[in-house]
């Protein structure tokens, strides 16, 4: 089953299985899910359940040479962001928080080269949580359900928590692969239509498939359609010119058990070179930069003009990289491990252009907002008002000719 998934080429959804190729921790536990033996809950309160925070040195902090990061602790905007699937075991269906290794995995990968591409506008606040084993999306079963509930059960208490340190300030929520599929359940549950959709600059949910249909049944939540759009969702699924990924998406969810129906409608895509919906390709030469940090205690240099990229059915189509993003192409053609990493460059500068347009609209409360320590933070009040804002905020209807 794994091989013939791995053939498929990715994961039936989100996009993780491909991430890490066939081995025996791409298998689901053997043993039912088994709520007595999941870890226990973290308490966000704690700064040691984060991962990253805007006054604490981590490897969100990192830059490419020559790239200059914000203060994080005058941020006028912050962001909250969910990694991807780290925690691969055969044994138990949800990761532990105290698990130093994962951690350390995490914050190396995940932490430095993707979610400091937010340094340049925002403060950065990343939560650990219970994500779910890869396995869990290999073989998609009730265990998978339950399992992504508690993972979404730590991710809506890490954002409360979020959103009180925030006090009100507008937020970018991003995320990759699982983190992505994660924010997708919380602008579901807790962001669409409510107080918090008023302060959502945009969603970067990258690495993983949002159908076109799935913004019908959200109030104020749409597809992003232009590089200064906000209140709207920001996606794609990277894999080489030439692959069909439509057919390796339908596939994999077949041989999964993932429902094939939502797998095979039309899927959202936005181009990171010039942040259009149509399938034109944008050239190389509107890359600003590809970016990986690398193994060395130096991070490598930028790399612009690296791809072009066509967007299509929720895939975006590049050319052939040059190393080391090459290296990191899963057989068949899936670019999932560097969704971001080949349009570094975009991405950042994108993200300060969506906050300063929101910005635009209301006037921001003081950029003092931090994390509280912990005896204050399980008492304080979360303020949902923007200064001078227009209430509520509702942007424009979803579109849903993309692509």
């Not at 080489?240 to 339908?250: E, H, M």
Request: proline fraction near 8%; aromatic fraction near 10%; glycine fraction near 8%.
């Amino acid at each position: 089953m794994a091989a013939a998934m791995l053939l498929a080429g990715g994961e039936a959804y989100p996009q993780v299985f491909g991430a890490f190729g066939v081995s025996n921790d791409s298998q689901p536990p053997a043993t039912p899910f088994d709520p007595a033996r999941t870890p226990p809950a973290p308490d966000y309160a704690e700064r040691s359940e984060w991962v990253s925070l805007p006054d604490m040195r981590d490897p969100a902090d990192d830059t490419p040479p020559g790239v200059r990061a914000i203060d994080q602790r005058r941020a006028k905007v912050a962001v909250f962001f969910l990694y991807p699937t780290s925690f691969t075991s055969g044994e138990q269906w949800n990761a532990d928080t105290r698990d130093a290794d994962l951690n350390a995995r995490i914050a190396g990968t995940s932490i430095r080269d993707q979610a400091s591409v937010f340094n340049g506008c925002c403060a950065i606040y990343a939560p650990r949580y219970r994500q779910m084993t890869l396995g869990g999306y290999v073989r998609w079963s009730e265990n998978s359900v339950r399992a992504t509930e508690v993972a979404y059960s730590d991710v809506v208490r890490a954002f409360r928590q979020f959103l009180v340190w925030n006090r009100g300030r507008p937020f970018i929520l991003a995320g990759h692969s699982q983190g992505s599929r994660q924010g997708r359940l919380l602008i579901e549950r807790e962001i669409d239509g409510r107080p918090a959709a008023r302060q959502m600059i945009a969603a970067y949910l990258i690495g993983t498939w949002i159908e076109r249909d799935w913004f019908r049944a959200l109030r104020t939540t749409r597809p992003c359609a232009r590089a200064d759009d906000t209140g709207c969702v920001i996606a794609w699924s990277t894999y080489a010119q030439g692959r069909n990924a439509t057919a390796q998406r339908i596939l994999v969810a077949r041989q999964s058990g993932f429902p094939v129906e939502v797998m095979s409608g039309p899927h959202v895509c936005i181009n990171p070179l010039d942040w259009s919906t149509g399938n034109e390709t944008a050239p190389a030469r509107l890359n600003k930069g590809a970016w990986l940090h690398g193994g060395g205690a130096l991070p490598r240099p930028i790399e612009p003009g690296l791809v072009s990229a066509r967007c299509d059915d929720g895939a975006l189509y590049i050319s052939p990289p040059g190393k080391p993003f090459a290296d990191m192409v899963i057989p068949v053609g899936n670019y999932h491990r560097v969704d971001y990493n080949v349009a570094y460059m975009n991405l950042r500068e994108n993200a300060g252009v969506r906050a300063a347009a929101f910005l635009r609209r209301v006037r921001p409360l003081p950029a003092a907002a931090m994390p509280l320590r912990s005896s204050q933070s399980r008492h304080a009040s979360v303020s949902w008002h923007l200064s001078g804002a227009v209430a509520p905020f509702a942007p424009s209807r979803p579109q849903l000719t993309l692509g």
